[in-house]
């Protein structure tokens, strides 16, 4: 699809959540050259990560992970809750 760049994750030693994921992806970014990023969540542990980026994406966010992201003043991607559920 050549959608990402790249995929920091959890892997089988090292847990990446909340701000040690912005640490690693911030990491990345210094590696790369890079000075922004985007980053796609969908919960309070991501707010620590859209802190950092540049750009937020959320999928499907609770209302107040939604509330506070709106907040950010970023550039924003929704991809809602589908309530059809």
Excluded: H
Excluded at 9 to 28: F, V
Excluded at 51 to 69: F, K, L, M, T
């Amino acid at each position: 699809l050549e959608l990402f760049e790249a995929v920091i994750a959890t892997d089988g030693g090292t847990n990446l959540k909340g701000k040690a994921k912005l640490a690693a992806m911030r990491a990345y970014c210094a590696e790369q050259g890079l000075d922004r990023f985007a980053y796609a969540g969908d919960s309070t542990a991501d707010l620590a990560v859209w802190e950092g980026c540049a750009e937020i994406v959320a999928v499907a966010p609770s209302p107040r992970v939604r509330r506070a992201i709106e907040r950010s003043g970023k550039p924003l991607v929704l991809f809602p809750r589908d309530v059809s559920r």
